[in-house]
T-cell receptor, first 114, second 111 residues
Framework: AQTVTQSQPEMSVQEAETVTLSCTYD???????LFWYKQPPSRQMILVIR??????QNATENRFSVNFQKAAKSFSLKISDSQLGDAAMYFC???????????FGAGTRLTVKP | DAGVIQSPRHEVTEMGQEVTLRCKPISGHDYLFWYRQTMMRGLELLIYFNNNVPIDDSGMPEDRFSAKMPNASFSTLKIQPSEPRDSAVYFCASSDTGEQFFGPGTRLTVL
C-alpha cells in the first residue's frame, strides 16, 4: 500500500524568509505523480505544484519549488520569500500513474510571522 | 468553468436524520471523488467514480453511507441515519488524467 508521511505537524517562518516542508512516501511503483496542495483557513484545497516521477527535473512554480529525490522517496516543498498569504495547511499527495486514487499525508500547518 | 460545486456549504442536523450532500464536477472530467476531513483522521477518500461508475468504495465507513452518480454532471453522498461522529468537512473533487480539483467542501455538524 502507498503511504505518505509528513513528519512536521507545524512549521513557522518569518515573512520574506525561506521554508522547506518535508514529505516522504512509500511505493513499489516506478511511475507516479506527487503533489503539494495548500489549504488556507477558507478550507479550499488548492494545487500548489505537481511532479511526475519520470521527470528528473524538479518542478517549480514561481516562489514554490520541490526537491524530488526518487531513490530516497522524498518530495519536499520549498517556499521562497514567504508571504503572509502562504499561511495554511500543506498536504503532500501521491498518485499512481494508472490509477486516479490519491493518497494524502497528514498535513503541515505553516505559520508566517510578520 | 466555475470549478467543482458543492451544496450545501454548511449543514446542521440532528442525530438520526438523513443528510444528502451534492456535487457538480468540472465539465469534461471523468473522475469524481468524495473525501471526508476530520482533525483526528485527516483527509480520507470515501469513494470514487470513473465515467459515473463506482470504482472503489472501500473507504465508505459503513452501510449508513451511500453515494451515487446518476450522470456525468451530478453526484450525491447520503448518510442515513446520521450520527454525531459523522461531523466533518466533506469534499468532492474531480479530475481527468491529472491533478484533482476540489470543491469548497460541506461542513456537516450532527448534533
Amino acid at each position: 500500500a502507498q503511504t505518505v508521511t509528513q513528519s512536521q505537524p507545524e512549521m513557522s517562518v518569518q515573512e520574506a524568509e525561506t521554508v522547506t516542508l518535508s514529505c516522504t512516501y512509500d511505493t513499489s511503483e516506478s511511475d507516479y505523480y506527487l503533489f503539494w496542495y495548500k489549504q488556507p483557513p477558507s478550507r479550499q484545497m488548492i494545487l500548489v505544484i505537481r511532479q511526475e516521477a519520470y521527470k528528473q527535473q524538479n518542478a517549480t512554480e514561481n516562489r514554490f519549488s520541490v526537491n524530488f529525490q526518487k531513490a530516497a522517496k522524498s518530495f519536499s516543498l520549498k517556499i521562497s520569500d514567504s508571504q503572509l498569504g502562504d499561511a495554511a495547511m500543506y498536504f503532500c499527495a501521491y498518485r499512481r500513474t494508472y490509477n486516479n486514487d490519491m493518497r494524502f499525508g497528514a498535513g503541515t500547518r505553516l505559520t508566517v510571522k510578520p | 468553468d466555475a470549478g467543482v460545486i458543492q451544496s450545501p456549504r454548511h449543514e446542521v442536523t440532528e442525530m438520526g436524520q438523513e443528510v444528502t450532500l451534492r456535487c457538480k464536477p468540472i465539465s469534461g472530467h471523468d473522475y469524481l471523488f468524495w473525501y471526508r476531513q476530520t482533525m483526528m483522521r485527516g483527509l480520507e477518500l470515501l469513494i470514487y467514480f470513473n465515467n459515473n461508475v463506482p470504482i472503489d468504495d472501500s473507504g465508505m465507513p459503513e452501510d449508513r453511507f451511500s453515494a451515487k452518480m446518476p450522470n456525468a454532471s451530478f453526484s450525491t453522498l447520503k448518510i442515513q441515519p446520521s450520527e454525531p461522529r459523522d461531523s466533518a468537512v466533506y469534499f468532492c473533487a474531480s479530475s481527468d488524467t491529472g491533478e484533482q480539483f476540489f470543491g469548497p467542501g460541506t461542513r456537516l455538524t450532527v448534533l
